[in-house]
């Protein structure tokens, strides 16, 4: 059975159809990517998940239950941890304090007993090393640069031991280097069981990485399959570029290059 | 029937006047994002120049109302807004709800100081001519007026804003100010017309409203309560919502004034009239939507340094011995100031919890104090039990207060506060429940363990070692697991509800704990006191409190210790000098409009200052005087070589510094 499962959902801001009857499904234990134009929906379906937004119809099951109607929280600690596309770290804490914040609300109670025997210090220590961020444990979250402060949106999510991890646009800000680095961890997370699904524009590492590809054009799924299957859809080369290869005059099949044209369109 | 029809057709009149009011709001909020707590304020100003002008000074009553509505009142909007409000549009709402507190202040001041408190009369339009319906129905031509100009506000809104250029300009500025620069709009001037015409409604409804109400200070202030309400029936945007909702709370009132003798009780809640608009208000905020947790990130904010415990210990211990000092040396009149300092700061140390940690303004830390000052004298143990069952009485109301304003954020919990202070007066306070009005409850004091403090000097220190246990306390959250949650909850909203934090929960405790701190401080005043008034508290102390609490600081315990002092000693000075007693609020007022925009205040710039002495003075007394032996220290310090320390705007540098600063503790 799938982890995640959006159902038929819809989501109008006054006369604009932000997402239309989008239905997707996310394994246990991959990392599926979520890609499509700007503008297409991608992060009003997160808050839809996620619960910040609610949805005009539609639904969300989470392991088969229907979560429509939980509030954010709830959901939080059924498993659901994400990060921002326009960033949300505690600003006005420090790096170290941010991630401990999460392990705090993660713990509850129990954490004051962490607290004492100084586990919890340990925890965060390893969140920040395990991301590559510990250079920046004592700056404020405010101060350090937007790579690190997606990082460490990671990390805190990662704080709350979540099931389903949905990352938006986690790699912009990342240099290369940093972005294999950084799809290798997330490589490494869904080998710990863990299921990530993640919204990028970076069609390098989406490919590298993602085993399943949901394609979002005006708030419709209009693709899904795997990224060889993606590669060549002539729809969603429609939905990126604006034209097919036949209407382009060309008769070559799409590469990865073509897609990583879209890199231009949609930084 | 007739007595229905009358109460109708008063109703109608009080509905459009606060049409008027309420459409004024409407305009200057959906244009700028400033709300302006402010607004019966500058009603209740400009009812007294008009006031002046009309009757003092003799002119004719339109002419007055000419020079007021199109001449005084637009220009002391634009002022407003060009110089005290500007830019505060993408402020948090923290900041623009202390900025107009202060200009709410500072026209209570004005208005005081101009015009001292006697009785005035200003007449209706056309005083005495009245139109007959039926047998025994009248109406004024006064309410006819007021009913016909408020049509006329409406339609001259309708056509500004859909058939202007102008308008247009307005309606886009609503949407995005940016665009509107882009394509050579000019927000600014859209701003300042908006809260010119915006003023001028305010004045227009003060002074049709002052005939009923009265021409006092603080009622038509209250102005701002039902305008409000009336404006979130169209969620503070919908003009013709807006009317419906004046309409439906104009009628309200009325029938509850002429039924209230009818309801089993009613004679015994003869404050209720005057709290239609609270209720209303608190109904249509109840019935709205929930507000979803807010996605978008905000800037951290730059906080005072947190003193370590030692450092915070040792001026603790200082503070109290000081009392102990004082209460040698200083007679019994001016330790109950001593006492009565104490009892500010208590209430202020609330506030830092709330405002300063958590983010949340409220306008009714008095009313908590109340509540605890009450539910001690009820109780009438004087000892810790009574003690404790007054600070968990208030925490309790305050807890209530949260809860059905949950759903809500900033600026609607900070108005609802507002709402509930006066409802709390007209209806516990100055009733039978709590004091009747002008009969003063008793309260003894403190015992602890049979020990009792019965003497002025010794319960004044025991009220420094609460203030400072209080103090100590706040800092403890502020510096654990739970005060990092509070700044995280500040932040961002959105990031703590996806990390698990149910945001509820949390602001009911938040209020329960700073309701209760109140509560104690009220209680504590209670027995220093010995007898207590509903005048204690009064709505308006509150507001005077988060002003002074921003000035000196409400982000730091010193700041409240501090703020606590000069909040005592506020009346003292207005009874010594009763001829600039006005003038003061006009300070204080302006105080908080300058200082507003920083919330750590004045007692910040105080830990500035030594890292200043350290950082720069001393370097640069050493290299101009190389001689000198200030030489070795100066090189010692002046390590870091950082930049501007009072430069509390820049968040990095305050992190590197916050460390060094932990040294200027609570001082």
């Known amino acids: 059975m799938s982890l995640l499962r959006v159902d038929d959902v819809v989501v109008q801001f006054g006369g604009v159809t932000a997402v239309n009857h989008a239905s997707f499904e996310v394994e246990p234990g991959t990392v599926t990517g979520l890609i499509g134009p700007n503008g297409a929906g991608k992060t009003t379906c997160f808050n839809v998940i996620t619960g910040l937004q609610a949805p005009t119809s539609g639904r969300v099951l989470l392991d088969g239950h229907d979560i429509t109607k939980a509030p954010v929280h709830r959901r939080a600690r059924r498993g659901i941890g994400r990060t921002f596309q326009r960033l949300e770290a505690f600003g006005s804490l420090t790096v170290w304090d941010n991630v401990r914040t999460a392990l705090d609300i993660h713990d509850g109670f129990r954490g004051l007993f962490k607290s004492v025997d100084g586990s919890a210090d340990q925890e965060v220590e390893q969140l920040l090393e395990r991301v590559g961020i510990s250079e920046y444990a004592d700056e404020r979250a405010d101060s350090v640069p937007t790579g690190v402060a997606r990082l460490l949106e990671l990390a805190r999510a990662l704080a709350c031991d979540p099931r389903l991890l949905l990352l938006d646009e986690p790699s912009s800000g990342l240099d290369e280097v940093e972005t294999v680095a950084f799809g290798r961890l997330l490589v490494e997370l869904a080998g710990e069981g863990r299921t990530v699904l993640m919204v990028e524009h970076d069609m390098d590492l989406v490919m590298t990485v993602c085993e399943v590809i949901h394609v979002l054009d005006f708030g419709s799924i209009i693709a899904q399959g795997s990224p060889a299957q993606i590669r060549v859809d002539p729809v969603v080369q429609r939905a990126y570029l604006g034209f097919t ?8 099949a799409a590469t990865a290059s073509d897609i990583d044209d879209t890199k231009v369109l949609a930084p | 029937m007739s007595e229905f029809i009358s109460y109708t057709l008063i109703g109608i009149f009080t509905g459009a006047a606060y049409a008027i009011a309420a459409s004024g709001l409407v305009l200057t909020y959906s244009t ?32 007055a109302l000419i020079v007021v509505l199109l001449l005084v009142a637009p220009a002391f909007g634009v002022f407003v807004q060009r110089v005290l409000v500007r830019d505060l549009g993408n402020a948090p709402v923290g900041v623009s709800l202390v900025v107009t507190v202060g200009i709410l202040i500072g026209l209570i001041g ?54 202007t250029r102008i308008g247009t300009a307005m309606r886009a500025s609503v949407d995005n100010p940016d665009l509107l620069r882009l394509y050579g709009g000019r927000p600014q001037l859209v701003a300042a017309l908006a809260w010119a015409v915006g003023t001028s409604l305010a004045a227009l409804a003060g002074i049709l409203l002052t005939p009923v109400i009265g021409l006092q200070y603080y009622d038509l202030t209250l102005l701002v309560i039902s305008a409000y309400a009336a404006a979130m029936l169209g969620k503070l945007t919908s003009l013709p919502m807006t009317y419906v909702g004046a309409m439906a709370l104009g009628l309200a009132q009325s029938y509850v004034v002429g039924y209230l003798q009818y309801i089993p009780f009613g004679n015994d809640i003869t404050g209720l009239p005057a709290v239609i608009p609270t209720v209303f208000l608190v109904v249509v905020l109840v019935l709205l939507p929930q507000a979803p947790l807010r996605i978008g990130q905000v800037k951290g904010l730059v906080s005072a340094p947190v003193p370590s415990f030692g450092k915070a210990g040792i001026w603790g211990g200082s503070l109290v011995l000081l009392s102990m000092l004082l209460a040698f040396g200083l007679a019994d009149s001016d330790l109950l100031l001593v006492g009565t300092a104490a009892t500010y700061g208590i209430v202020m140390l609330s506030l830092v919890l709330l405002t300063g940690y958590g983010g949340h303004v409220s306008l009714a830390q008095f009313t908590f104090a109340g509540v605890g000052a009450v539910a001690y004298s009820r109780f009438d143990q004087p000892n810790l039990i009574g003690l404790l069952l007054a600070t968990l009485v208030a925490a309790a109301v305050g807890a209530i207060v949260a809860i059905p304003v949950l759903r809500l954020t900033g600026l609607y919990l900070a108005l609802a506060t507002l709402g509930f202070a006066q409802l709390m007066d007209k209806l516990v306070f100055q009733t039978s429940i709590a004091y009747n009005i002008g009969n003063p409850l008793s309260a003894e004091r403190l015992s602890i363990l049979g020990l009792k403090f019965s003497g002025t000097g010794e319960y004044t220190v025991l009220m420094t070692v609460f203030l400072v246990l209080i103090a100590v306390a706040v800092i403890a959250v502020r510096r654990g697991r739970l005060g990092r949650m509070l700044v995280a909850a500040r932040d961002s909203q959105a990031a703590c509800g996806t990390l698990g934090l149910d945001l509820r929960w949390m602001r009911i405790g938040l209020f329960a704990a700073s309701a209760g701190i109140a509560g104690l401080g009220g209680a504590l005043y209670a027995g220093l006191r010995g007898t207590t008034v509903s005048a204690d508290f009064m709505y308006f102390q509150s507001l005077l409190l988060l002003a002074m609490a921003v000035i000196w600081g409400v982000t730091s315990v010193t700041g409240a210790v501090l703020g606590g002092i000069f909040m005592m000693y506020l009346p003292v000075a207005q009874s010594d000098h009763p001829s600039i007693a006005g003038l003061l609020f006009v300070l204080l007022g302006v105080g908080a409009v300058i ?55 820049d968040p990095a540098e305050s992190a590197q510094e916050e460390v060094e600063r932990d040294v200027a503790v609570a001082r």
């Not at chain 1, 290869?245 to 070559?252: E, L």
């Not at chain 2, 302006?36 to 009309?54: E, Q």
């Not at chain 2, 200043?612 to 002046?638: F, I, K, N, Q, T």
């Open chain 2, 595 to 649: 200082v507003g925009r920083d919330p750590n205040g004045l007692a910040n710039k105080l830990f500035g200052f030594n890292a200043w002495v350290m950082d720069r003075l001393y370097p640069m007394l050493a290299e101009r005087y190389p001689g000198m032996a200030l030489l070795a220290r100066g090189e010692g310090s002046a390590l870091p070589a950082s930049g501007s320390v009072l430069d509390v705007e």
């Open chain 1, 245 to 252: 290869d036949q209407t382009a005059g060309g008769a070559h």
């Open chain 2, 110 to 163: 004005a208005a005081t100081q101009i015009w001292p408190a006697a009785g005035r009369q200003v007449p209706q339009f056309f005083d005495g001519h009245l139109i007959k319906i039926g047998s025994d129905v009248v109406i004024t031509w006064h309410e006819v007026i007021t009913v016909v100009l408020s049509a006329v506000v409406a339609f001259a809104l309708f056509v500004l804003l859909t058939r």
């Open chain 2, 32 to 63: 700028t994002r400033v709300f302006n707590i402010a607004h019966g304020a500058v009603g209740m100003f400009f009812a007294f120049v008009y006031w002046d002008f009309s009757q003092k000074q003799g002119m004719p009553a339109w002419l």
